[in-house]
């Protein structure tokens, strides 16, 4: 535990047992937690003792986002990407990690760019999948999509759409309801479970094991923090950025700021709603990689094939 800018953070930190180890931050989305990675941890950081001899390897610092399970309670209002990624980095800083890089996926992917926008002296790289990338009104900019991005496009258009209405405009009515009872908080995680894992028409649990489902669901009801949670949704939407793709009315901009410098990796699901152009124009994209099975939990789903693009990217970021 660590308590910066008076926001308390939960973070798990495994140091691998390689001297030459490169520190890599990996960040979980919604509705997730550090448990998304549990398969990930050993190859990641221990590749010799898991058939990896040769590869990369990485001490992992893998924090509960703040509002997630043990990071509570929230420090305040205004806990959006820019300012969970200022906790992020300096909890990187304060171990002692001068260079890094970092990985997320869904909310992780929003905030381990901003990481690189803050801190690009510091942030060797980014790879994300479940990245979201939004139109900015320009002229032209949807024309000739081809056929697979004129798919991610319109299932962008209705992506998540009632989750992102409650958790964005009334996080805490509905985290009443949520927090009053188990089975509530399993049937809202496991319907984001069913529709997001591949394939689609398959129970969750061929795609995840049941207990790690289950394992998801008992953090945030145990920890009672249905509303805590949906609360970057409802910071994001204020400041007019994801309320724009839900189609509510706001800034003609919908930007994310300045173009990212640090170089960025794009791992691409069957689920992923990402358009390329869109990303290159918001970020510095040095590498774009198309899967054709795994959904938006990858690291859960298919964590061999994450492991495999972190390792062969940040091979190669310096």
């Known amino acids: 535990m660590a308590t910066i800018d008076g926001q308390n953070l939960h973070f798990l930190h495994v140091r691998s047992p390689r001297a030459d180890a490169t520190p890599l931050m990996l960040l979980h989305g919604w509705p997730g937690s550090v448990a998304d990675f549990l398969d990930v941890i050993g190859p990641l950081s221990d590749p010799d003792a898991h058939g990896g001899a040769a590869a990369g390897a990485f001490h992992l610092v893998i924090p509960s986002l703040p509002g997630f399970a043990f990071s509570t ?5 205004g806990m959006d990407a820019a300012r969970t990624a200022r906790v992020c980095t300096r909890l990187m ?22 990481m690189g926008r803050q801190a690009p002296d510091h942030v060797i790289g980014v790879h994300v999948n479940g990245m979201i990338t939004f139109p900015v009104g320009a002229e032209g900019e949807t ?20 989750y992102l209405q409650c958790n964005a405009k009334r996080p805490q009515t509905v985290a009443y309801a949520l927090t009053d009872s188990p089975a509530g908080q399993l049937a809202w995680m496991v319907e984001k479970f069913k529709g997001l894992t591949d394939p689609e028409d398959a129970l969750p649990e061929h795609s995840i094991p049941r207990d790690r489902v289950l394992t998801e ?4 009801w145990l920890t009672a923090t249905a509303a805590s949670a949906a609360q970057i949704y409802y910071e994001e939407i204020s400041a007019g950025v994801w309320g724009e793709a839900a189609g509510d009315d706001g800034p003609d901009d919908w930007g994310v700021g300045p173009r990212g410098a640090v170089p960025t990796a794009v791992l691409l699901s069957t689920h992923d709603v990402t358009i390329r152009r869109w990303a290159e124009r918001d970020h510095n994209i040095a590498r774009w990689t198309e899967l054709d099975r795994g ?18 990217f940040f091979g190669t970021a310096h």
Do not use: C, I, K
């Open 73 to 77: 309670p929230l420090a305040g209002p």
């Open 93 to 114: 800083g304060l171990l002692g990690y001068p260079r890094y890089g970092v990985h997320g996926y869904d909310t992780g992917a929003w905030v381990a760019p901003e």
């Open 295 to 312: 959904g938006h939990f990858l690291a859960m789903e298919a964590p061999e094939l994450l492991v495999a693009d972190v390792r062969e």
């Open 217 to 220: 669901v008992s953090l945030f």
């Open 143 to 162: 024309h000739d999509l081809t056929d697979a991005e004129q798919r991610r496009w319109h299932r962008m258009q209705g992506f998540n759409d009632g």
